[in-house]
């Protein structure tokens, strides 16, 4: 299989602070990252699409400008939660996929959890 | 993208044979048949894929209805490991995006 990290695997911060989280794909080029949210109990919803090199598409319903997605390489994208809210409290996920996606298949990373108190 | 049906949770003994099925009967022609699955605290991970026939691979088996409105995952012995949602997903080869109903969460009984 094909491995995606991210970091931080947690992080707690206060209310009005930025929090960036990084997804890396260790073993091959990811030329698409997608980053997933994931609420207590809840399924998986995706976010924002981004192919490297250019501009991220964001799912309806989620602010471009509070979800700030950069995707400058073929192995690393980030995602900047800016001015988080305790409602942003959520399990991160990004997924990659790229030259060892025979089928299309995403590999995805461990999982972020943040807590804005 | 097709949506899907499957039961919220199923138990299985340790050791015994598991049959995960999935409803999906929106289908589209071109669909491939994905099947993810999450343990705890984790992310996602790819099962098997399949389009018509019926595919084995060393995690399970994945077995296609006929008129492909259904499928059904098979894992041949249920491990403790194997406690996680499973996750099926239509899906075009070529689409970009990984939709996720809401799965079935399985339970493992030592």
């Known amino acids: 299989g094909a491995v995606v990290s991210q970091h931080p695997s947690r992080v707690i911060c206060k209310s009005g602070t930025s929090v960036k989280i990084e997804c890396r794909s260790l073993?091959?080029?990811?030329?698409?990252m997608f980053w997933y949210r994931q609420f207590p109990k809840q399924s998986l919803m995706l976010m924002a699409t981004?192919?490297?090199?250019?501009?991220?598409?964001?799912e309806q319903g989620v602010e471009k400008d509070k979800f700030l997605i950069n995707h400058a390489s073929l192995t690393l994208s980030t995602l900047t939660v800016t001015s988080a809210h305790p409602e942003d409290s959520s399990f991160y996920i990004c997924?990659?996929?790229?030259?060892?996606?025979?089928?299309?298949?995403?590999?995805f990373g461990p999982g972020t959890r943040l807590t804005v108190l | 993208d097709a949506k899907t049906t499957q039961p919220n949770s199923m138990e299985s003994n340790e050791e015994e044979p598991v049959h995960l099925p999935c409803n999906h009967s929106?289908?589209?022609?071109?669909?491939?048949i994905h099947w993810y699955r999450q343990l705890p605290s984790q992310g996602p991970e790819y099962v098997i894929h399949?389009?018509?026939s019926n595919v084995n691979n060393r995690m399970a088996s994945l077995a296609i209805a006929e008129d492909r409105k259904s499928s059904t995952l098979i894992l041949h012995r249920a491990t403790l490991r194997d406690a996680a949602v499973y996750y099926c997903?239509?899906?075009?080869?070529?689409?970009?995006?990984?939709?996720f109903g809401t799965g079935t969460r399985l339970t493992v009984i030592p």
């Open positions: 997924s990659a996929r790229g030259s060892k996606s025979r089928y299309g298949e995403q590999f």
């Open positions: 073993d091959f080029q990811a030329t698409t």
């Open positions: 981004s192919n490297e090199g250019s501009k991220a598409t964001y």
């Open positions: 929106t289908i589209s022609g071109t669909d491939y």
């Open positions: 399949g389009l018509t």
């Open positions: 997903i239509p899906r075009g080869l070529r689409a970009n995006n990984l939709f």
